[in-house]
């Protein structure tokens, strides 16, 4: 039998909208407007496009949304003044450096400046720090979505195995965490690993987050596992356009696995709709009010 798909745009949609309630409830009862403000440095095509998703999506969520474009020569002084001038800002909740930044600058040094309150991404090392000794924290947006998708199939995920590919601050490390708190036995996984095929076929649950255009075949799989392909490779069409593939060779897995989620359509979606969730909860945090419903 075939795998079912997970369908991220729809899991998406349904968080996007429990935070629209959320928002609106802020604004009636607290006079609380959450707000975002994400920064871009030069015009890197495919930053820009995040950039838009993230700035459209927060105001279809009812919150405010601050851009910041900066030239892509500019000095890391300045990059720094802004993120101070945003870290001060009481209508701004939360702060995003879009990533990758130009070389030349200092990117932990520009995370490091982020008030760890606003710091929706979840990359600084304070909340880095506390995710890892199991605290509350702001946490990585990716992963949040990874987790949401597994259970829109696992009621509970405790006891059951997992592997992680990829051991990033933005996806692997993190997602390993929340795992953790799951009760999930997890195996992390990374380029000097040895005998990746058999490590997964161990697992219930595999998260592909390696950026290897189908590098998980089929029969890496245990039949029934859970799928989730974090990774995106762009790659060129014969007319001349170009496509997303994922980490995982989606075709072979839908034969063995028992979920799957698709690239496009998968974890990418989750992740805007995640960064609206970090932002609530910063927010609420920031103004000393119970943690949101989502
Ligand atoms: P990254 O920083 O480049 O990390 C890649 C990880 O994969 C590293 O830990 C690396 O191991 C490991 N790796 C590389 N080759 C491997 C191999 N042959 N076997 C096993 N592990 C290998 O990438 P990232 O930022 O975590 O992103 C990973 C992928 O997810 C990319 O395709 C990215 O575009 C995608 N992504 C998607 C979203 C989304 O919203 N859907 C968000 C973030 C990222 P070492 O540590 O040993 O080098």
Redesign the pocket.
């Known amino acids: 039998m075939a795998a079912s798909i997970i369908d991220g745009k729809v899991i998406a949609a349904d968080l996007r909208a429990q935070v629209a309630g959320e928002v609106t409830r802020m604004k009636r009862d607290h006079g609380l407007t959450p707000g975002l403000a994400v920064v871009l440095v030069g015009n890197d095509p495919a930053s820009e496009v995040y950039v838009r998703s993230k700035h459209k999506q927060t105001q279809a969520a009812g919150m405010a949304s601050f851009e910041h474009t900066l030239s892509a020569d500019v000095a890391q002084a300045d990059l720094l003044a802004l993120i101070a001038e945003l870290n001060a800002d009481p209508a701004v909740h939360g702060i995003l450096v879009q990533l990758p930044l130009p070389k030349r600058l200092d990117t932990g040094a520009v995370i490091a400046a982020i008030d760890p309150a606003k710091d929706v991404d979840g990359l600084h090392p304070h909340n880095a720090g506390r995710l890892a000794g199991g605290l509350p924290a702001l946490s990585p ?2 992963p949040l ?1 990874c987790i949401i998708l597994t259970k829109s199939v696992h009621a509970s995920l405790e006891g059951l195995d997992a592997i992680v ?8 490390r993190p997602l390993v965490q929340l795992l953790l708190n799951e009760n999930v036995t997890v195996t992390i ?5 040895r005998n ?1 095929p058999e490590l997964c076929r161990r697992a219930d649950l595999v998260y ?5 255009a189908e ?1 998980v075949r089929g029969d890496w799989l245990k039949p029934g596992a859970t799928v989730i392909d ?4 762009r790659v060129p069409t014969v007319e001349g356009q170009t496509r997303l593939i ?2 995982v060779a989606f075709n072979e897995a839908m034969k063995v696995a028992g979920a799957v989620t698709p ?1 496009p359509g ?7 709709a995640c960064l609206l969730v970090n932002t609530l909860r910063a927010a609420c945090a920031i103004r000393g009010l119970p943690a949101p419903g989502v």
């Open positions: 947006c990716t979505g590919l990829g051991r990033s601050n933005l996806v692997g996984a990374h380029s000097r690993s990746l592909a987050a390696v950026g290897k590098m974090v990774g995106i490779t994922g980490d690239v998968g974890v990418g979606q989750m992740t805007v």
